[in-house]
């Protein structure tokens, strides 16, 4: 297993009209064949009205299944497009689907290349784009006193945290990557007096902005 990979944050869409014809992209992390495909099949309940439902997906992270379908376009104008998009990305498990609307004019070979690949791009751009990556997780414990310098120095560290609760003291969870807790647990110690309180949690793949 590689130590990372490049996949999407969310399930989210956005859409554009070209030539009064409706194009609406959707996007979704997925880990099997069978997410993806109820992915799409979902969809096509949804939008049952739609003239086509083209797609186009990746499985596994050596990219072992890739599948498209251009649902009736012409061939090679939606789903091969579509599926390049991804592919330009680098990102895996993930799925794109591009519904059409058709509004009466016909666009060509060429434009409906152009539609489907920019309904991809918008899709992919609202899922957002991460990296996955193994990835230390800490139930983490500090004093009030020392609350707003460790807030301050997460800030410029290669870590996050989030579940912060306020009580006697202050908790939270704080994600660091493998390769980076020694010197962000070192610093954050530093910062704080020797006073941040840390138990590892568990060790998984999580999402990193690219």
Known sequence: ???????????????IVI??????????PCASNDDAQRFIQSLK??????RHHCYAYIIGQNSGIMRYSDDGEP??????????????????NCCVVVIRYFGGILLGT?????????????ALKASEIVRMEM??????????????SLNYSIQSLPARMDSVQYGQSISFHLYV??????????????????RLSCTLL?????DWTI
């Open 19 to 28: 030539q009064k014809s409706r194009f609406i992209g959707y996007a979704t």
């Open 110 to 122: 060429g434009g409906l290349v152009r539609a489907y690949t920019e309904a991809s791009k918008l």
């Open 177 to 194: 990557r493998m390769e980076d807790v020694q010197s962000v647990l070192e610093s954050l110690q530093n910062r704080t007096g020797r």
């Open 202 to 206: 568990k060790e998984d793949y999580a």
């Open 135 to 148: 990835t230390s997780v800490f139930q983490c414990e500090v004093p009030y006193s020392v609350w707003d």
């Open 45 to 50: 309940e949804n939008y049952r009205d739609a």
């Open 75 to 92: 061939s090679g104008t939606a789903g091969l497009p579509m599926m390049d998009v991804i592919r330009s990305t680098g990102a895996v």
């Open 1 to 15: 297993m590689s130590d990372s990979y490049i996949t999407l944050r969310r399930e989210a869409h956005d859409e």
